[in-house]
């Protein structure tokens, strides 16, 4: 049996929605064919066994008028409530933060007290740090506080940009742990970083989504989350010859001196496939982790998903 879980993507036109689910699916190509979404659009992916379906909720006004309208419809069974807010323009954020009231009162008149992540989004590296941007950031927190308070409903913020994939994965990431109960993995990633002496390891499933992690502290962390974009990069410029390898090896010399290792590792032997990303300092042998991961950390990892899968059916 398979759970589904509904994951609805809301907020005004030209927000970035649909941009942001492209850069999910990993479609960059179709990237600048997007044109505004006509009412609601769907799609399903699978994640862990799970069906996730990602409803994509046009922003235009009458579109807006029309699900408030039939909020039961199209709001019933929401698990993850995702409301981007496009942070680069100033004269919407009064409109945009109306609208999140709206939705807010009627997840509460349907009584859905599901979890809500805000992106704010278009939060391009290049412009991140002036100080009009920075403003608007302060300018949507302040905002969007006082009417998730006002609803008492706690929301995660996220800063996000389809020029940082990494953004958009730690925000859909951290939607997916709400939704299920995966920190069972992150103790069995925890028990192997410490035993084999590595700074940090990542689980990804195919579509780079973080399933588990574990760091020494929010250096290693940064640094590592900071290399998914390069193996995002590596995996679809090279597609085909990163395709079948089951290995990728990597150095990097971080800013303060430190050289570390990295290595990807695809492991295809669980229900559902998966990466595994390592990092250490440059004395660590890979490929002695790895086999240490995969005789004695894979056995748990796999029981840990059973029992996950067990649990939620
Ligand atoms: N600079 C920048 N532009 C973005 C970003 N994300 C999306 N855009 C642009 O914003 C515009 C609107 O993007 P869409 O994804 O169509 O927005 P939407 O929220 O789906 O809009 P509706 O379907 O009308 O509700 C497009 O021109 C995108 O290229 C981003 O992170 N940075
Ligand atoms: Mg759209």
Redesign the pocket.
Known sequence: MSEIYKIVFI??????????LKVLEGSYSS??Q????LGRNRTEWDILGFKIINW?????KQYRDEYLANKEQVLRDTNLLIY?V?A?DASRFEEAGIYFDNVLKALEELKIRCPVLLCI????PDILNEPEIQNNLEKIEDLFSEYSQRHDVEIKVFT????DQKSLIEMFSEGIRQLMPVGILNQILDEFRKETGLVGAILFDLNFFVIGDSFLDVTTRNTCYQTINAFITLMRDFKGIYDDERQINFNLDVMNGINYKFQLNKISELTSPFYLLIMGLPTFDPSQVFSIFRTKYLPKIDKGLHDLITRID
């Open positions: 907020g005004l036109d030209f927000a970035g929605k649909t941009s942001i990237l600048d997007i044109k505004p979404t994509d909720l046009g922003g235009q981007v496009d680069q989004h278009k939060m391009d996000t940009s389809i020029f």
